[in-house]
């Protein structure tokens, strides 16, 4: 399974959407708070833009009493259509500063210093020290994942719902009794997790495990079409 590190890492530089949430601003629309774009330096502090003319750029760049504690808040929406589509939460916090000569024209680039970090997702809850956070690497579909679950939702509905013979004796009787509706829910580089809801409106996860980590979208259509052919057996 991807480390928290490594899903902490994956969600701050995804687009997922983030807030950054600054004391004294917490009023402010949400909107008002979006970065336009978050990358992560070597040290593994994150770097975001935002208007120049934002509340949180300037509270960023006139601070008089010592650099202001931020959060930046991101949420992990589903990209297809599912029940409970929320995947997960991330947060990082620390101190932020303006860095001049980074930005293009209208823009601010801020640098929240990672202090903390942590992950509340599908795979559970857990701090993350600054250090995993900066050895970690995204993963690998990362920039692909939406586009690739949204294909398999639309193009290979009846390969997913054969997944259900996969489950064994933690579902006998109940795949075929009920035939839920299977969603792909996430991709990783090591497995695909899908949603399975019942009539009834009830919902549990399965997850399938690649045979090895893939490493790129040719890697996934291997593994995913090996993943096909057994259900089919």
Known sequence: MPSAAERTRTLVQSTCSAVLLVPGLRH????????????????????????????????????????????????????????????????????????????????????????????????????VRPGELRDAAPDPLLGHEAELLQHLHTA??????????????????????????????ALDRYGLRVRLCEEAGACYDARFEFPEPVRDVAGLSRAVRTLFEAAAR
């Open 156 to 185: 290979h509905g009846e390969q997913l719902r054969s997944l259900c013979g996969l489950l064994g004796e933690r579902t006998a009787g109940r795949c075929p009794a009920h035939m839920p509706s299977v969603v792909p829910l």
């Open 28 to 127: 402010l629309p949400s909107d008002r708070l979006m970065p336009l774009a978050r990358t992560v330096g070597p040290e593994g502090d994150v770097f975001l833009d935002l208007p120049a003319d934002s509340p949180v750029a300037r509270a960023a760049t006139h601070a008089e009493d010592g650099d202001p504690t931020a959060v930046l808040e991101i949420t992990d929406v589903a990209p297809v259509s599912v029940p409970h589509r929320v995947r997960g939460r991330a947060w990082v916090s620390g101190p932020l500063t303006a860095v001049p000569g980074l930005a293009g024209p209208g823009r601010t680039t801020l640098r929240l210093e990672t202090e903390e970090a942590y992950v509340d997702d599908l795979w559970g809850a857990r701090e």
